[in-house]
């Protein structure tokens, strides 16, 4: 995880008019039959948060052509990874299409009823989408879109401090909370206190050492709402006690 969280920070980066490009050139790839080159023409755009770019590589991962792209080990889980990305994104077709997979419990996503009816009405805003995705479960964990990827990815002014608080209740909701640190690419300590982290279902995202004065404050405002949603639900105290816990192992480890 923390290698592939530094790589994403370099990626918030606002659109430009290539976007409109490599979405022309993925269609034309896509129809005269060249799946791998239309998927490549897609990717960059999708990891950076394009949600349309995101829905069209759900489909060709999803759907009849999936098996012509080799490289991609499990389609059908990251195709899942893009379509639940796009629905949090606000695109309502994508909405409309996990409402499906929720209604008949396809593609590694539990039944529930509660869930299809929710994205079903296709909400406007992302504070009532956060609302469906507190209802998604998973049979498939890995099909679950990391914290990173939903809050760490996309345009640079999503990353107002005032949306801090947002981005760490979409988390939250995702099931996936988050503690983001500023530092260098990691070392194998930083790989080790990830691991220890996520035994306690919690993500420890590493965001790069290039001081920026607007995401310091979103980093701040997210942390200190990731801090109350969790201990709301484990505790008072209950990250700064895992947190000395971790410490101590890592550190045992070192010595």
């Keep these: 995880m923390l290698k592939r969280t530094v790589g994403l920070m370099l990626l918030i980066v606002c659109f430009n008019a290539r976007?409109?490009?490599?979405?022309?050139?993925?269609?034309?790839?896509?129809?005269?039959?060249?799946?791998?080159?239309?998927?490549?023409?897609?990717?960059?755009?999708?990891?950076?948060?394009?949600?349309?770019?995101?829905?069209?590589?759900?489909?060709?991962?999803?759907?009849?052509?999936?098996?012509?792209?080799?490289?991609?080990?499990?389609?059908?889980?990251?195709?899942?990874?893009?379509?639940?990305?796009?629905?949090?994104g606000g695109r309502r077709s994508a909405m409309l299409s996990l409402a499906e997979a929720s209604r008949s419990g396809l593609l590694g996503v539990e039944r529930r009823a509660d869930a299809a009816a929710c994205w079903s009405k296709a909400p406007a805003s992302l504070q009532d989408r956060i609302a469906c995705v507190e209802l998604m479960e998973f049979r498939d964990r890995e099909a679950r879109a990391s914290c990173s990827e939903l809050a760490l990815v996309g345009r640079s002014e999503v990353h107002d401090k005032n949306r801090g608080p947002l981005f760490a209740k979409l988390c939250i909701a995702n099931k996936t909370p988050a503690l983001l640190v500023p530092g260098a690419p990691p070392s194998a300590q930083d790989l080790r206190r990830e691991r220890e982290y996520a035994k306690h279902g919690i993500e420890w995202v590493i965001t790069g050492d290039v001081y920026d004065g607007d995401f310091e404050k979103f980093r701040d405002s997210f942390n200190d709402a990731i801090v109350a949603g969790v201990e709301a639900e484990r505790g008072r105290g209950y990250l700064e006690r895992i947190s000395k816990e971790i410490d101590r192992r890592v550190e045992s480890v070192q010595r």
């Design 19 to 88: 976007a409109d490009k490599f979405l022309d050139e993925g269609r034309q790839h896509y129809e005269a039959g060249r799946y791998t080159e239309a998927y490549m023409a897609w990717w960059g755009g999708a990891i950076q948060g394009d949600s349309e770019k995101q829905e069209l590589l759900a489909d060709l991962l999803l759907g009849p052509h999936k098996h012509a792209l080799k490289r991609i080990r499990n389609p059908r889980r990251e195709g899942m990874r893009y379509l639940y990305r796009a629905a949090i």
